[in-house]
């Protein structure tokens, strides 16, 4: 019983990956519009008020 188990916990990590793995590599593609509403510039404070943070 624990073989049969074991093939099938083996078949199916095995189809996992092979569904991941065989996607097709697409990536998407933005138009100027949203290219201008990503900011590459990360506000410092955000940071120096995490810090602050006791967790």
């Keep these: 019983m624990a073989v049969l188990a074991l093939s099938i916990a ?3 990590i095995y189809l996992g990956v092979f569904k991941v793995l065989n996607k097709p590599g697409e990536k998407p593609v933005l138009t100027p519009q949203e290219t201008r509403i990503i900011n590459p510039q990360l506000d410092e404070e955000v940071f ?3 810090e602050k943070r006791n967790y």
């Design 10 to 12: 083996i078949v199916l």
């Design 48 to 50: 120096d008020e995490l």
